[in-house]
């Protein structure tokens, strides 16, 4: 059991210290000009001709941002998408513009990107939690319990971003198509936060086969211990047969 846990639970901390840093990654996108923070963002648009607007706009996770994650506006937590322009904007899709964050934003995109922002940070919370809980998983198949519980919370929480966050900017992306305007989804942000997800998913299976793994290796012992067992009554009876025999012969002889 020891001997399993402690291959399998290495292996998934890896995997899970994998996730949290593209998870970082994804949240400290714009935050400065480096490679590749600069290149991270989940949308890039045409806004030139609208209202307020920048010519080109990147909207990344603390940011909204021009063309190379540069001339941002300040940090704010979940900021409305509709913070590109100024309100009541004229040259926008419309599908984008309604009354929340200052007449900026409609609703699907305020609440959606709101409670989307809000469970990556919930994701980033049980998985560093995960984390730290996986070392106990190398000591035996509670430890790996405890730490694949938190996992599969993470992965739960992780997978409700992911998701609000395709849903999101694959739709923005739409809407700006459809009006006339040429609009791309981040590469990196995509394929990080997927890829985040998709590590953290092999971490919790790992975790999870940890458990059944230490299951396995007491049956597999039992099994042995018992098949000794039996072995040594056979051994025993066959050494009673043989004495046995022996008397008899040894009667007949002084018969």
């Not at 609208?50 to 001339?71: D, H, K, L, P």
Request: charged share 10%; with cysteine.
């Amino acid at each position: 059991m020891a001997r399993l846990n402690a291959y399998l639970a290495p292996l998934s901390l890896l995997f899970l210290a994998g996730s949290l840093v593209m998870l970082w990654f994804i949240i400290l996108s714009a935050v400065t000009t480096t490679t590749p923070l600069n290149k991270t963002y989940f949308l890039s648009a045409d806004t030139s001709g609208i209202t307020g607007a920048r010519s080109v706009t990147q909207w990344a996770y603390f940011y909204i941002c021009g063309e190379g994650n540069v001339g941002c506006n300040k940090a704010a937590p979940a900021p409305p998408l509709g913070w590109a322009w100024s309100a009541n904007p004229s040259g926008a899709p419309p599908q984008l513009v309604g009354t929340h964050g200052g007449d900026t934003t409609s609703s699907y995109y305020y609440y959606m990107w709101r409670f989307g922002w809000v469970f990556y940070l919930i994701a980033l919370v049980f998985s560093t939690v995960a984390f730290f809980s996986g070392f106990v998983a190398c000591f035996g198949r509670l430890g790996s319990a405890i730490a694949g519980l938190l996992a599969a919370l993470a992965l739960f929480f992780h997978t409700i971003a992911v998701s609000l966050m395709t849903a999101v900017f694959v739709k923005m992306r739409n809407a700006f198509i459809a009006n006339g305007r040429s609009a791309s989804l981040g590469r990196w942000a995509f394929g990080v936060s997927w890829g985040s997800w998709t590590a953290l998913l092999i971490a919790t299976i790992l975790f999870c086969v940890g458990i059944r793994g230490g299951d396995n290796s007491h049956s597999g012992g039992a099994g042995r211990r018992w098949g000794r067992r039996q072995r040594s009554v056979r051994s025993r009876r066959s050494y009673d047969m043989n004495g046995a025999t022996n008397g008899r012969r040894v009667k007949e002889d002084y018969a």
